[in-house]
């Protein structure tokens, strides 16, 4: 599945010169909470007539989108998933795969802040990775290298308190000065107890001893829970200048 997500991202790239936004939302009409990321790549992955049923005039929740967002959207789902329904609406799927929005806190290569927009109520915004509401990132601003960069990853585990990971329906973008649905800060470490910050969840898997992530380049990594968080930080930075090594 992160495979052939990365390709979409690639192929995505090659028709409109820039990754998706990662949620979007209208002025006017005004539309909060639009569709996320992992809508505009369905073209991409095969399901065209999906995309299709969508209604761009209206939310992920509206009447009109109903149908389309009720859809079960295999290659979003990770096999090992404790949970494939939205928890907060059992009636829609969800996704196990989110774009990183980037790192927050201290860029360990500069020891200066990474840049944050840091109104948000549920942990705020990276600025720092390739994905942000109502902008949109491509190749030319990955100063740090496709191969070194993170572009999305998995959420699909339950943390040790029994509790799942705030899982909301697959087509959902957010609101500015919010949250973001379809895509998560590098906050925390890789399978850290939920910290209340919808923005802030961690990434993991029920994979044993961490998860999985996509980077730009289009390969896949499996990174453990013990890597160096400085690692983990800098992989989730396009253009910080950091040394990166997954390994």
């Not at 009636?91 to 200066?112: E, R």
């Not at 509790?163 to 609101?175: A, F, S």
Request: charged fraction near 15%; glycine fraction near 10%.
């Amino acid at each position: 599945n992160l495979k052939q997500i990365g390709l979409a991202l690639h192929n995505y790239h090659d028709t409109y010169k820039s990754f998706p936004y990662g949620s979007r939302n209208n002025t006017a009409p005004a539309k909060t909470d639009l569709m996320g990321w992992t809508v505009s790549v369905l073209p991409f992955i095969e399901q065209g007539n999906i995309y299709d049923l969508m209604n761009t005039s209206f939310n992920w929740s509206e009447a009109p989108n109903v149908q389309f967002a009720t859809q079960r959207m295999e290659a979003y789902l990770c096999p090992s998933g404790p949970e494939v329904k939205a928890d907060d609406n059992t009636n829609y799927f969800t996704t196990h795969y989110y774009g990183v929005m980037g790192p927050t806190g201290v860029n360990p290569q500069s020891l200066t802040n990474y840049p944050e927009n840091t109104s948000g109520s549920h942990g705020g915004f990276s600025q720092a990775g390739i994905w942000y509401h109502n902008d949109v990132r491509g190749f030319n601003n990955i100063i740090d290298g496709t191969s070194n960069t993170f572009a999305f990853g998995e959420i699909s585990w339950t943390d040790r308190g029994g509790n799942l990971t705030r899982y909301r329906v697959w087509t959902r973008g957010g609101r500015v000065n919010d949250f973001m649905a379809p895509c998560k800060n590098v906050a925390n470490q890789i399978n850290t107890d939920q910290t209340g910050l919808f923005n802030d969840m961690s990434y993991g898997s029920q994979h044993p001893g961490g998860c999985q992530f996509g980077l730009a380049d289009g390969s896949v990594r499996f990174v453990s829970e013990t890597i160096d968080y400085n690692m983990l930080l800098s992989a989730a930075s396009m253009s910080g200048g950091e040394t990166v090594k997954l390994d």
